[in-house]
């Protein structure tokens, strides 16, 4: 035997007649707080701000990863470590 029971009703409804707790007033918060973190990311992408961020390393990163560089290639030619 087979049963077929079609219930037309709202989520709202659902939830209510199952008992489970009405979350919508916290989903609504979590969408705020999203959007909100969403568009001070973009406001990171922006061209200008990507460029403050890169610059900030300067000179000075550079310089290291030439360091880097050199010491990990001297290393491969089997070249003392430095101290």
Do not use: H, Y
Not at 30 to 38: G, I, N, P, S
């Amino acid at each position: 035997m087979k049963i077929t029971v079609e219930i037309d009703c709202s989520p709202v409804e659902a939830r209510t007649f199952l008992g489970l707790p009405d979350v919508s007033e916290l989903n609504a918060r979590l969408v705020e707080e999203m959007q909100a973190r969403m568009s001070a990311n973009m406001a990171m992408l922006s061209p200008d701000e990507l460029m403050k961020n890169w610059m900030a390393f300067g000179a000075g990163a550079q310089e290291q990863f030439s360091k880097l560089m050199t010491q990990a290639a001297g290393m491969g030619m089997g070249a003392p470590r430095p101290k």
